[in-house]
């Protein structure tokens, strides 16, 4: 495709993608547009501490909220370690 978006390199596809949702976050408010993306995210940590989903629902948050806790230290342990190899 001449000129469109399969000639584009790996940063202008994006620098293409960041300007989009600049363009959208400034028409529209961004808690919104990103409720769902959010909501099914918690969703995979709520399934992780309560697969029956037997606990109270205010027990089921407090955990699923220290399961993604823990989830980010994970990446920002895999990320120092891959920093430290360079």
Same mark, same amino acid.
């Given at each position: 495709?001449?000129?469109?978006?399969? $000639?584009? *390199?790996?940063?202008? !596809? $994006?620098? /293409?993608?960041?300007?989009?949702? +600049?363009a959208l976050h400034a028409t529209h408010d961004p808690r919104v *547009?990103?409720?769902?993306? !959010?909501?099914? #995210?918690?969703? !995979? #940590?709520?399934?992780?501490?309560?697969?029956?989903?037997?606990?109270?629902?205010?027990?089921?948050? /407090? !955990?699923?909220?220290?399961?993604?806790?823990? +989830? +980010?230290?994970?990446?920002?342990?895999k990320s120092a370690k891959a920093r430290r190899k360079r």
């Open positions: 495709m001449i000129g469109g978006v399969d $000639s584009l *390199t790996p940063e202008q !596809r $994006s620098l /293409r993608a960041r300007m989009a949702a +600049y *547009t990103t409720k769902r993306a !959010r909501d099914a #995210f918690m969703a !995979r #940590f709520e399934r992780q501490v309560d697969p029956d989903g037997t606990l109270p629902e205010a027990e089921r948050q /407090r !955990r699923a909220e220290a399961a993604k806790k823990a +989830y +980010y230290l994970g990446l920002a342990l």
